[in-house]
């Protein structure tokens, strides 16, 4: 059983659990005997112990990107250097890859701040990659152009095509490998003559990404893992 502060009142008529900051508060009218409560508390220790967890993982994103000190861009993992320096800015060594992300000490939210340093990098890497890598498909794929290029965060998705033939990509893909984006690049070049997922479609991703099933699974297992946010 897990450790609790246990709260008494008078108007109270019910009993009620409160989690924040891993701690567990237990709210009672004074009335209700404490093995009671206890034996209430036992039917509840799941949902606890996954309030508990939940917190926990916002807490440590929340602190992020200090804590970790690494990400991962293109599946390779980048130390992260963090320092105070006149203007804000990043920049890469390139023998060591290490990211060194400077704010200047005018800065208030330091680590919004880093945040936005550290995705402008991740943001710059993953265009160059995809404006290449579309180029090559499009002419492999007869294609024209698509008329946009857009990279933003996006919760469930790892790419979008619209009938404008504006193509946004997700920014999280910076983390995955480089032959994973290139699966997510065929997919969205393949909307642009097919706006669905019908049997053509994936005809058409085949033929350009023969190894899309094993791209879209790899994207299903380690997708979540690729959110810094
Ligand atoms: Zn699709």
């Keep these: ?17 409160k989690v924040a900051e ?9 009335f209700v005997p404490r093995k009671d409560i206890e034996a209430w ?18 807490a440590e ?10 990400i991962k861009l293109f599946d390779q993992v980048i130390p992260l250097v963090f320092k105070q320096e006149n203007c804000s800015q990043w920049y890469q060594d390139t023998d060591t890859h290490e990211l060194t992300l400077a704010i200047s000490p005018r800065v208030k939210l330091t ?41 933003q965060h996006y919760k469930w998705r790892w790419g979008s095509c619209n009938r404008q033939r504006e193509l946004t990509f997700n920014l999280h893909l910076a983390s995955a490998p480089l032959w994973v984006i290139d699966y997510v690049v065929v997919h969205e070049l393949a909307h642009l003559k097919h706006m669905d997922h019908s ?27 690729l959110r810094w946010l």
Aim: hydrophobic share 35%; net charge positive.
């Design 199 to 225: 049997a053509a479609f994936w005809q058409r991703v085949s033929e350009f990404y023969p190894e899309h099933k094993k791209a879209s699974n790899w994207l299903k297992v380690n997708g979540p893992f």
């Design 111 to 151: 680590d919004a701040k880093y945040l936005a340093l550290m995705e402008e990098f991740l943001h710059d890497k993953l265009e160059t990659y995809l404006e290449m890598r579309i180029q090559n498909y499009c002419i492999q794929m007869r294609e024209a152009l698509p008329t946009r290029l857009k990279i």
């Design 61 to 70: 994103q929340c602190q992020f990107p200090i804590k970790n000190s690494q």
């Design 1 to 17: 059983m897990f450790e609790y502060t246990l709260k008494r009142s008078k108007r109270r008529k019910t009993v009620a659990i």
């Design 41 to 58: 508390l036992k039917t509840k220790q799941h949902w606890v112990a996954e309030q508990v967890t939940k917190q926990s993982l916002h």
């Design 22 to 30: 891993q701690q567990l508060t237990v709210y009672a009218p004074h």
